[in-house]
């Protein structure tokens, strides 16, 4: 199975491309869709959009799985980062690409074993679960790679299950 994780943002949105056989996870591609501020809103959402589609076109998803909208510190981000996401469903949409959401809490809990893990702790687990590439830096592609394996491992639980 290939899933497209994704860690939406309007200046950064973290994606990865995971490939599940079993308990082996492969990291086919990882990086980031990134716009710049002078652009406005309406283009910026615009490129994460025809992006997001890019990519569907290129590795072809099973599914994806997106970080859902749970708390922010920070209110003056709320609007933008839901307006991301909103387009990022939009162009999952488009695709006919089904999708898995987790709260940052669920993602920490699945890949760590608690819900309040730190950046580091998240980054420690994910490198458990895959090889990542020495360029692998970016905070939102490692979430990326984290909620995509949190959706995999949902996935093998709800197939347990049958």
Do not use: W
Not at 114 to 129: L, N, S
């Amino acid at each position: 199975m290939r899933i497209l994780g994704i860690d939406p943002g309007i200046q950064i949105t973290g994606y990865s491309i995971l490939d599940v056989e079993g308990e082996n996870y492969n990291i086919i591609a990882s990086g980031s869709i990134r716009t710049e501020k002078e652009q406005g809103v309406q283009n910026r959402l615009s490129e994460i959009f025809h992006d997001i589609i890019s990519i569907c076109k290129m590795y072809e998803p099973d599914c994806a799985a997106i970080e859902e909208l749970f708390f922010f510190k920070n209110q003056k981000t709320i609007i933008p980062v839901a307006q991301a996401r909103g387009v990022i469903l939009a162009a999952l949409n488009e695709m006919n690409v089904k999708m898995g959401e987790y709260t940052p809490l669920v993602v920490k809990q699945v890949i760590t074993g608690h819900g309040r893990a730190t950046k580091e702790e998240v980054r420690d687990m994910v490198k458990r679960f895959v090889e990542l590439n020495k360029n692998t830096k970016l905070d939102d592609t490692i979430d990326s790679i984290a909620i995509a394996i949190c959706h995999a491992r949902n996935l093998e639980v709800a197939n347990r299950n049958i």
